[in-house]
């Protein structure tokens, strides 16, 4: 019988023994209609489930019926008995919430021996939505209690928060719970931090589980449960105000640093031990993470705390912190919500060192959520300083202490050592001797003797070359935004800065006058009197002679800027466009190889969904923000049609670009005819960027891999016209070749450098660098080694593809010294 089976399960050997006894007593009745339900569930099953089902619900009617009569005290024997009995069948599921939570919320008198009956039959529920429904019932019960009644409670509620702390729950649910749970522990012991609430073995929170241990106060518990009860990633006004209130009176300004310290540096968590995971992981595989799942709203917390109540070490925690569980190749998995916290609790600290922080993070993070939490944390720091976020970003730059030529000089141990940006790629570690003899590696009696200093001075070196990295990357962006300074606040952020000056030093720059002239100027000349304003020049508003004069005075003095500029492509809106209205098909019904692509896109900066065979993994969209973030252009491809393969495409056909607007936090599409001409050939030059390094038609060796399902787009794309990138490599070696031995072996012919050679004259196509011989232009298939080219022809921008052409141009002129057996054959086959 049911009854004796409840009695039996009831008994613990607890203190609690007799109220479970007599509760299942004094509600006998309740067990009858229980198991009598239970029968007809099971007969409803069978052939006459009818009748059954019929009779079943006049069951439930009659329980609903003596339930809704109960008074407090049998009404409350009626809870206990109903949570005892709920998932009782090993064959079926048997749940009373709904008559559960209409009792409690209705009957008085709750002892504390009823309520630790029931938090503990809670506890026992072994499905975590079960456990936190149930405890969440529970808990209105427990409210009801005096503060005796929850003093007496506190070992149940401490077990079930300890419980609740090991269960998956749902985050918002859980943080509600822990909250509730927080509150009822502190009313009846107010040094009381919950078992759990505080992770006994995560690195992290060591200097907080040693301070509670060591020096438990009601103040300190007090903020801990605060801290504990942030669950997202911007708290409001009145929890910032409680954390700055309840950290001074705990005096734990120091102790949040020192965990925002451990979160930021120390050793991360295994999966092996622990983790969301742990218990089916099979295998070598593992993982590491900063914070579990089930702590993320105590670390959030600290967070917010450390931001509000430090200083200086506290933007650097925090900024590094985002980094290590929001950028790429850390070591350990994203975390984005604690990322997302760190970034904006950054943005709301309006310490310099913060934005300094931020810019770092803007130039390193690329995952989408967070770079959108990064916008807002600029926006919300910028409005703080009262200046724009573009202002903001250009004011961040960190200097790291170099000197205006961008170089750091230190003395030891008889040595000169420099740390120097050297042009505009380059941060050079440099060791000098007494003697005037230098090294680029560190002397033995450095190594031994001041560890620690030259450690220092190499973690300089690093993050210089990442400012510059970044920096590099973010004047280029520039390029789209036609942005003007006043001459002062350009000097200032600009010219005068030891990084960034090293850039734009480099850099062709225009100047206003008072008349409201624009006079451009070579990199590095000083402008004539005291020009008002300053803007980056574009060949896009430049007359074709100046365009051409610029390209030959960087060649004729060997100029090399940081980033092409003088020799940069114009796309300008072509009459198709124009008449197409929403988007460009230039760049359409190319095939390219899909894995190269994506990682270009984020290589340049773009966003875009992995494509896949999964639901929505069909149609990509790569999208990237021109023109101070007002613009954006979007990058249509798919899948190739003819691609077989496994869970992500070998190839993908490119397909339209359109562009949006912003409009406030919202994008609206336009037309091309729409887009500012500065915006339109910076994202078309990205596209064409796209599709001409990852096209197949690049592929030197493409015809050799028996692919023939391409071969018709290959041999069409491979040698066809010329794209503006194309064209800017063809007007660069019109000046180039002159200067080079071999110039009376090559002539530029359409679409093709001619070299001639001994053996063979050869066509090597300007766009894809694929090589066509004379006379039947059979192909010759030079496959380019890795490694970068030797730099012995100078070249006044970097292009991979124009060093390949000059390098197969130089090789088959000599062709009669060629030593290689596969080009030796192609090359005599048709001779």
């Not at 503990?120 to 019932?137: C, I, K, P, V």
């Not at 080079?740 to 090597?764: N, Q, S, W």
Request: hydrophobic share 40%; charged share 25%.
């Amino acid at each position: 019988m049911l009854y004796d089976a409840l009695v039996a399960e009831s008994r613990r050997n607890d203190s609690l023994d007799d109220v479970r006894s007599a509760a299942l007593e004094r509600v006998r009745w309740l067990v009858g209609l229980l198991e009598r339900q239970r029968t007809e569930f099971r007969r409803s099953m069978g052939h006459e489930h009818r009748g059954f089902e019929a009779a079943g619900a006049a069951t439930q009617a009659e329980i609903d019926g003596r339930l809704a009569a109960c008074a407090d005290e049998e009404g409350r024997a009626a809870v206990l008995c109903l949570m005892l009995a709920a998932c009782f069948d090993d064959t079926s599921l048997w749940q009373y919430d709904a008559e559960i939570g209409t009792l409690i919320s209705r009957v008085r008198g709750w002892t504390p021996d009823e309520v630790a009956v029931m938090l503990l039959r809670a506890t026992e529920y072994d499905m975590g939505f079960w456990f936190a429904d149930s405890l969440g019932t529970v808990l209105n019960a427990a409210d009801q209690l005096d503060a005796d009644g929850r003093r007496a409670v506190v070992p149940w509620l401490r077990h079930a928060h300890t419980e609740l702390m090991g269960t998956t729950v749902e985050a918002r649910r859980r943080a509600s719970l822990v909250q509730r749970l927080g509150s009822l522990l502190a009313s009846g012991d107010e040094a009381h931090i919950p078992e759990g609430l505080i992770p006994a073995h995560a690195h992290w929170a060591t200097p907080l589980s040693d301070h509670a241990k060591t020096s438990p106060t009601p103040e300190l518990a007090r903020l801990v449960r605060h801290l504990a009860s942030l669950s997202g990633p911007r708290p409001a006004q009145r929890w910032r105000r409680t954390c700055l209130e309840l950290a001074d009176a705990a005096s734990a300004r120091d102790l949040v640093a020192d965990v925002l310290r451990a979160l930021a540096e120390d050793d991360p968590l295994c999966s092996r031990g622990s983790g969301a995971h742990t218990g089916w992981l099979h295998g070598d595989y593992h993982y590491h993470y900063v914070v579990h799942q089930n702590d993320g709203d105590l670390a959030r917390g600290v967070v917010w705390a450390a931001a509000l109540t430090g200083g200086p070490a506290a933007a650097q925690h925090l900024g590094a912190l985002a980094l290590r569980t929001g950028g790429p190749g850390t070591g350990v998995i994203e975390d984005l919500k604690l990322a997302g916290a760190a970034i904006n609790a950054l943005a709301e600290t309006g310490d310099p060192a913060s934005l300094e922080a931020l810019w770092r993070l803007q130039s390193r993070i690329k995952h989408r959520a967070l770079r959108k939490q990064l916008d807002t944390a600029l926006v919300t720091a910028a409005g703080k300083q009262g200046v724009t976020a573009e202002q903001l970003i250009e004011r961040s730059v960190p200097d790291h202490g170099l000197a205006p030529d961008g170089s750091l000089e230190r003395d030891l141990a008889g040595h000169r050592i420099r740390v120097a940006v050297e042009e505009a790629a380059t941060v050079r570690l440099t060791f000098t001797r007494l003697d005037g003899g230098t090294s680029r590696t560190a002397p033995t009696a450095l190594k031994d003797g001041f560890p620690d200093e030259l450690q220092e001075l190499k973690v300089l070196a690093k993050e210089v070359r990442a400012t510059l990295s970044g920096e590099r990357a973010r004047v280029e962006a520039l390029m789209s935004a036609g942005r003007e300074w006043p001459y002062d606040e350009w000097c200032r952020h600009y010219r005068d800065h030891p990084v960034t000056g090293t850039l734009v030093r480099g850099l062709i720059w225009e100047f206003q006058d008072a008349d409201g002239e624009w006079r451009a100027m070579a990199p590095m000349a000083e402008p004539p009197g005291r020009p008002e304003r300053v803007r980056l020049w574009h060949p896009i508003r430049a007359s074709t002679d100046d365009i051409r004069a610029w390209r030959e005075r960087f060649i004729a003095e060997r100029l090399r800027q940081p980033f092409k500029q003088a020799f940069r492509e114009i796309y300008l809106l072509t009459p198709a466009e124009e008449e197409t209205s929403g988007y460009s098909n230039r760049f359409a019904a190319h095939i390219v190889h899909y894995r190269q692509l994506y990682a270009l896109f984020k290589e340049r900066g773009w966003q875009a969904d992995f494509l896949g065979r999964y639901d929505g993994g069909y149609a990509g969209v790569a999208r990237a923000e021109f023109g101070d973030g007002e613009w954006r252009a979007c990058f249509h491809h798919e899948p190739a049609a003819d691609d077989g393969g496994g869970y992500a495409p070998d190839y993908a056909a490119t397909d339209q670009v359109r562009f949006e607007r912003r409009e406030g936090r919202r994008w609206r599409e336009v037309p091309p005819s729409e887009v500012p001409p500065l915006v339109f050939s910076e994202a078309m030059r990205d596209v064409d960027l796209f599709v001409g390094v990852t096209s197949i038609a690049a592929d030197p060796d493409w015809t050799d891999r028996g692919e023939n399902h391409y071969a018709g787009y290959w041999r069409t794309a491979t040698f066809g016209a010329l794209t503006a990138s194309a064209e800017v490599r063809r007007e660069a070696l019109e000046r180039i070749l002159p200067r080079l031995k071999i110039a009376e072996r090559c002539t530029l012919d359409g679409r093709f450098l001619i070299v001639r050679g001994d053996l063979r004259t050869y066509k090597i196509h300007l766009g894809s660098a694929n090589i066509l011989m004379e006379p039947d232009d059979a192909y010759l298939c030079i496959v380019p080694s890795r490694g970068r080219a030797d730099g012995k022809v100078f070249l006044p921008f970097e292009d991979e593809r124009l060093s390949l052409i000059l390098s197969k141009a130089v090789l088959l002129a000599a062709d009669t010294d060629i030593t290689d057996e596969s080009i030796l054959t192609q090359i005599k086959r048709g001779a």
